[in-house]
């Protein structure tokens, strides 16, 4: 059964650092990986879609990695700012599941002005 | 105007007791999801819908129902609220099997 697991939790850092977010899946079975980030009281909102054929997706500030074989994706942003504070989850879609997303459990991002 | 509108925003019941969740997207898609989301766990999908006519069990249905009123409107019902049933709902939609998900703004459930 596929598992998605982001580490760490949570995260605190300076205004201006560039960051990096872990996320990491048991079977490289999969469709595509999502980037999404929540926002309290306003939902989920996508950031970055990886089919699984490719590498890495970028928007912006935002660049998303993937590598199959070693089951993980990782998130980078760069130059980061008090707005980017929220809570980032991955989920993978599974080739074996009629496309139902498995969710990490997110880290939740607070940057400090 | 939001894609995906949920309602309530917000409710606090009492065990027992029926509760209706409602969701509605104008983004024309044919596909509708619930979810519910615990602290410290990730989403956990509920019940889907593919079209009016084709709605799914998802990973943790028990205690659940639907209903696909129109393409447009997909709602959960919890037949007899129990208090684990406290949770975070969210709703969202899509129009490719393939395609990110777009989703409302949440239902934040309590049952005392």
Not at chain 1, 53 to 78: F, H, V
Not at chain 1, 80 to 87: E, R, Y
Not at chain 2, 36 to 49: T, V
């Amino acid at each position: 059964k596929q598992e998605v697991t982001q580490i760490p939790a949570a995260l605190s850092v300076p205004e201006g650092e560039n960051l990096v977010l872990n996320c990491s899946f048991t079977d490289s079975a999969i469709y595509n990986l999502q980037w999404f980030r929540q926002d309290p009281g306003k939902g989920l909102t996508s950031l970055l879609l990886i089919q699984s054929s490719q590498r890495e997706q970028t928007s912006g500030r935002l660049n998303a990695s993937l590598d199959k074989s070693s089951g993980r994706s990782t998130l980078y942003i760069a130059a980061s700012q008090p707005g980017d504070s929220a809570t980032y989850l991955c989920a993978v879609a599974p080739m074996d599941s009629n496309y139902q997303l498995i969710w990490g459990a997110g880290t939740k991002l607070i940057i400090k002005p | 105007d939001a894609d995906v509108t949920q309602t309530p925003r917000n409710r606090i019941t009492k065990t027992g007791k029926r509760i209706m969740l409602e969701c509605s997207q104008t983004k024309g898609h044919d596909r509708m999801y619930w979810y519910r989301q615990d602290p410290g766990l990730g989403l956990r999908l509920i019940y889907y819908s593919f079209d009016v006519k084709d709605i799914n069990k998802g990973e943790i249905s028990d205690g659940y129902s639907v209903s696909r009123q129109a393409q447009a409107k997909f709602s959960l019902s919890l037949e007899s609220a129990i208090p684990n049933q406290t949770a975070l709902y969210f709703c969202a939609t899509n129009g490719h099997i393939t395609d990110t998900q777009y989703f409302g703004p949440g239902t934040r459930l309590t049952v005392l």
